[in-house]
C-alpha cells in the first residue's frame, strides 16, 4: 500500500484517513518498503495486527510487532519500514478536526506506545478495540455507518485525551513551529527538486543559512543526514517508475537525480535486497 506524505487526502465521507486490511503486503504492485522522513498535522495511530514494521519518530526506533499500538501527535517527523507481512489498521485524524472539538489539542501531546516496557498493556485493550471496529463497520458500509464511524472517532479521541495525553510546555510549542515552519521550507524545496544535481550548499543558500549550520540542523531535526535523506526521495520515485512504467533502468536512474546507474543500482540492492532489474522482473514475472 502507498502512504503518502504530508498533504493526505481524506475518505469523502467521514473526515478522517483510514487505512485497513492488508496494510504491510509486499506483493502489492504499489507497495514500497521504506516510508521517507515527513510530517503532517494529523494525529496518527498505528495498530499492527499481524506481521511487524519499524517506526522511527523524532529519531528513535521502535519496532512494532504482533498486536502493538502507536500514536503519532501533530507535526512528529516520522518514518517506517515495513518488516513482515501481516494486517493492521492505520487510522489518520485531521488537527483542524479535533481542534473544532477539543479546542487543547495544541496544549497536550500522546504518549501512546505499547511497546515501552514500562506501559500497562491493558490500557491499550479499549483503544484496540474501536479501531477494529471502525475498520469492520467502515468496510461493511451498512446503512448508518457514517453515523457509528463517528462515533467511534469521537471515542478514539476522547481515550487518548484521557488517558494518554500529558501537558506540552508554551515554550517547547513556539519553538517546534519556528523549526517545523523552517524544515518545512527546507523539504519543500528539496522535494520540488530532487531530480536535479542539487547540492548540500544549494539548498543551504536557499533557505539563508551556512552549509555548516544547515547541515547540523538538518540532521539534528531530521534525525538523517541531506543526502541520505535526498536520496530516499530519489529512491522512491525510481522505484514507482521501475515497478509501473518500462522505461530503461538508465533513464530511471538519470531521471530522478542518480549520478549514474551503478549508484542507483548499489542503494537500490541496499534497500530491497536486489539489483532494479531483477526486482523488475521478480514483480513482473
Known amino acids: 500500500m502507498d502512504f503518502k506524505h ?41 495498530y499492527i495486527i499481524t506481521g511487524s514494521i519499524d517506526l522511527w519518530v ?12 502507536m500514536a503519532i501527535n501533530i507535526n512528529e ?51 484496540k478495540g474501536m479501531l477494529k471496529d471502525l475498520e469492520c463497520i467502515y468496510n461493511e458500509r451498512k446503512d448508518g455507518y457514517i453515523l457509528k464511524s463517528y462515533s467511534l472517532i469521537f471515542d478514539i479521541l476522547f481515550e487518548l485525551v484521557t488517558n494518554f495525553s500529558i501537558s506540552k510546555p508554551d515554550k517547547e510549542s513556539i519553538s517546534s513551529r519556528k523549526n517545523l515552519d523552517r524544515l518545512t521550507e527546507i523539504v519543500d524545496y528539496i522535494k520540488d527538486n530532487k531530480k536535479l544535481d542539487l547540492s548540500l550548499e544549494m539548498v543551504a ?3 539563508n543559512l551556512t552549509p555548516q549550520y544547515f547541515s547540523k540542523f538538518f540532521k539534528k ?62 514483480k513482473k514475472g
Open 77 to 127: 517527523i516520522h518514518s517506517s519500514q515495513y518488516k513482515q507481512n501481516g494486517e493492521g489498521v492505520l487510522l489518520q485524524i485531521p488537527y483542524e478536526f479535533v481542534k473544532i472539538y477539543y479546542p487543547n489539542i495544541d496544549g497536550i501531546s500522546f504518549v501512546c506506545n505499547s511497546t515501552l516496557k514500562s506501559e500497562d498493556g491493558n490500557k491499550y485493550s479499549k483503544l
Open 205 to 207: 543558500e536557499k533557505v
Open 58 to 69: 523524532n529519531s528513535e526506533k521502535y519496532e512494532l510487532g504482533h498486536d502493538n499500538l
Open 6 to 46: 504530508e498533504m493526505i487526502q481524506f475518505n469523502d465521507d467521514i473526515p478522517i484517513k483510514l487505512y485497513n486490511g492488508k496494510v504491510l503486503s509486499k506483493e502489492d504492485p504499489n507497495h514500497i518498503n521504506t516510508i521517507t522522513k515527513h510530517w503532517h498535522s494529523n494525529i496518527e495511530i498505528f
Open 221 to 282: 531535526y531530521m534525525g538523517i543526514s541531506y543526502i541520505k535523506y535526498l536520496n530516499s526521495l530519489r529512491l522512491e520515485s525510481a522505484y514507482r517508475e521501475l515497478i509501473n512504467t518500462d522505461l530503461s533502468i538508465i533513464n530511471i536512474a538519470i531521471e530522478n537525480g542518480f549520478s549514474d546507474v551503478k549508484a542507483f543500482n548499489k542503494l537500490f540492492k541496499n534497500v530491497y535486497g536486489s539489483n532494479p532489474g531483477e526486482y523488475r522482473k521478480n
